[in-house]
């Protein structure tokens, strides 16, 4: 009976897709007006695309003085250095926030930020699914628990309507990551955390310059935490970023960063306070304030070519882009992402789907795969640590409980398409739209 009420959904569903085909002027006629529809390359046809898209990272003559005379002067670590400082500065004014402290990389961000907001043994931290894994590493690292919310297909981020019903005695913080450059419902969230005293740690490791209701993300929960990886919207190699407005909540990651040594108002008295070295170097720094000098216009270009190219493969049956909340106001565009529906493309399964549109000269990827199963996530249960801090009876119950069907379903329907590919002229966007269209068109011997 059941199976007669999905029936009638996924029919009702394939038809109203069928009708939107229609309204929009039907694919076959866009299709020839672009001439781009033909053989599939993957079967010897004239691919749609030759040239490669834009390079990443970008960099210029004035980037390697400065990295030049930086070695030349001596003062390589942040100690005796400026450059540091001043990206500290300018990081926090770019953000909005009141202070900004720099580290080795975005997973020793997440990890200063947790620490300091005292997230530790035997605690709860809710994290989406959908995300790179050093969001859950660091975690697990702090010895509590990553409790994973499941994922909202529509925006590919954590479902702000099941975060409540996860939350336990022993949560202490929610970890909202902008995921692929788009932002998390930060309104639900920040009520949720407030409603049960949470903190919030964003992971803005992706979403540079992304916006919800005009402030940038992270620096809208508690801490934000980004990453400057060569990949990133904004590189550096290596590098990463705490920024928050609570200036001692900021002094104490400045201080566990350095040493555990003084830092504003933390007067540490001697080796008073257990820290770590998570220090930047001038030499990320001052790659970091090059890049700073592109970075509002890339997000401007990206956004614009974006929004062009979500405007024309939305109408292409079975394409489904992935979608923002309201309270976004500016996107990153880290990655470029929709959902492919394989029944509207004769049941071809995804790989093939992503082999011919690769075949066509546009790169593009599948994504992550689900977190909550990897095997990082037994492999920490049956830590030592683990052992110790939680009762067999709260591990069985994590392991009955961590299922996130939504996101399993996610993991097998995305495709991303990297942010260097949204830099390029609006005759990109057209190419790669064609390559989907005639993917589509030559659907009949895909499968
Ligand atoms: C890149 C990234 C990180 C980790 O940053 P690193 O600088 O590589 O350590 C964490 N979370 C997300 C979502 C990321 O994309």
Not at 100 to 111: I, P
Not at 198 to 227: M, P, T, Y
Not at 344 to 373: C, V
């Amino acid at each position: 009976m059941n199976g007669n009420i999905l029936t009638r959904r996924e029919f009702l569903a394939a038809a109203s897709v069928g009708a939107a085909a229609v309204v929009s002027g039907g694919t076959g006629v866009y299709a020839q007006a672009t001439g781009k529809a033909g053989k599939l390359a993957l079967q010897g046809g004239t691919p749609v695309r030759s040239k490669p898209f834009s390079d990443w990272p970008i960099w210029d003559r004035a980037d390697e003085e400065s990295i030049l005379s930086i070695l030349r002067s001596g003062d390589w670590y942040r100690g005796r250095g400026k450059v540091v400082d001043e990206f500290e500065k300018k990081y926090a004014e770019l953000t909005g926030t009141k202070s900004c402290l720099a580290t080795v990389n975005g997973t020793n961000a997440l990890l200063t930020a947790l620490h300091v907001l005292g997230v530790g043994i035997g605690d709860e931290v809710l994290v989406p699914p959908y995300t790179f894994v050093a969001t859950i590493s660091v975690v697990i690292l702090s010895n509590a628990l990553p409790v994973f919310v499941d994922t909202d297909p529509e925006t590919f981020q954590m479902d702000p309507d099941k975060i409540e019903e996860k939350i336990t005695e022993n949560t202490r913080a929610i970890i909202p990551v902008h995921i692929l450059g788009t932002v998390a419902n930060m309104d639900k969230i920040n009520a949720v955390a407030k409603k049960h005293n949470l903190k919030v740690i964003e992971d803005a490791c992706q979403a540079h310059l992304a916006e919800w209701r005009g402030k940038k993300a992270g620096a809208v929960g508690d801490l934000g935490c980004f990453s400057f990886q060569n990949s990133k919207n904004l590189p550096c190699g290596e590098g990463g970023a705490v920024i928050g407005n609570d200036e001692r909540i900021m002094d104490k990651c400045h201080s566990f960063t350095n040493c555990g040594r003084s830092y504003g108002s933390i007067k540490a008295d001697g080796c008073q306070f257990v820290g770590t070295n998570r220090r930047m170097t001038e030499y990320q720094a001052a790659i970091l304030l090059g890049q700073m000098k592109r970075i509002e216009k890339d997000a401007e270009i990206r956004n614009k070519n974006a929004a062009y190219l979500t405007s024309k493969i939305e109408k292409i049956p079975g394409i489904i882009p992935q979608r923002f909340y309201e309270g976004q106001t500016m996107g990153a565009y880290h990655l470029y992402a929709f959902r492919y529906k394989k029944e509207q493309f004769n049941d071809a399964p995804l790989g093939k789907f992503l082999s011919a549109l690769n075949a066509e000269g546009i790169p593009a990827w599948s994504g992550y795969s689900p977190l909550n199963k990897e095997g990082i996530i037994e492999d920490a249960l049956t830590s030592k640590n683990f052992q110790r801090a939680f009762s067999k009876e709260r591990l069985d119950k994590y392991r009955r409980e961590n299922n996130c069907p939504a996101n399993d379903q996610l993991c097998n329907e995305a495709v991303w398409l990297t942010q260097s590919m949204l830099l390029g002229p609006q005759s990109d966007m057209n190419d790669i739209a064609n390559a989907i269209q005639k993917v589509y068109e030559n659907r009949g011997i895909l499968a």
